[in-house]
């Protein structure tokens, strides 16, 4: 772990963290992430070191141009970092980063640690999967808890979720068994628009957090780009008849309430799904898979 060598003093705070893979279609976990940061001016605390976690032929370091001349390796990896968010009683510590390749374990310590140096009160997930969803209705967003408590202080259901996990579960399961409450927040995203970004879950997600915390958070230019990203969508989909019949079709179940399912049976046939298209590519045309 790199960053301060003394650590501020903060007030109440709370964890939102989310990492990059399976965990995350169309980035909207991690987006909601960096929206919090540039919203609320967020300051970095630490960054973990990746030597440790990630498989640099899977994650690979960029090369950027700096001021056109000199050139910068970056590492991929998961940054921590913290803010207060305005009118607030309490500050949020965000953790950004990617899905670790090995040692998730250990990986999972590291942030416990840094759960214990701060006195994090509370650590909040957020997910996004594929799903059986049409783009034209609003983004489900299912919330979870691994204990009573939080469940029914926030009205969330207590997860029963059974079968493969990402790195979100593991952190979620090494909290509590620790003693800090967890909770978790997934978006269902259309697994035929699977293409990042996608703002209007990352939208929905926020709202989620935004009622955990019980402060506003800032939505900037992101219902625009929502809007946009639909109506971008719904011209992709009049493009392709094959695609407005699948569509059509998913409208007309959820109306029959036919895709309102546990969120735990939609991650392990995301799981499942995630594990085929890793060497083919999703998308649009991928809908019959």
Known sequence: MTGFERWPELTEPIMVAAFEGWNDA??????????????????????????????????????????????????????????????????????????????????????????????VRMVITLGALLSDTPHTRPTSVSGTSYDSASATRFGLERSRYEGPTGIVGVLQDACVRVGIPALSFWAGVPHYVSQPPNPKATVALLHSVEEVLDVPVPMGELPQQADEWQKLVDEMAAEDEEVSEYIRNLEERDDEGELRETSGDAIAREFERYLRRRDRGGGFGGHAG
């Not at 929206?35 to 609320?40: G, Q």
């Not at 032929?57 to 056109?68: A, E, W």
């Open 26 to 119: 169309g980035d909207a976990a991690t987006g909601a992430i960096e929206h919090l940061e540039l919203m609320w001016g967020s300051q970095e605390l630490a960054a973990i070191d990746p030597d440790d976690y990630y498989d640099f032929q899977v994650n690979r370091p960029t090369v950027s141009l700096v001021d056109g001349v000199s050139r910068r390796v970056t590492w991929p990896t998961t940054r921590i970092s913290w803010c207060r968010p305005p009118g607030s009683s309490f500050d949020l510590v965000l953790v950004r980063g990617i899905e670790p390749n090995m040692r998730w374990r250990a990986f999972c310590e590291e942030i416990l640690e840094v759960v214990r140096t701060l006195d």
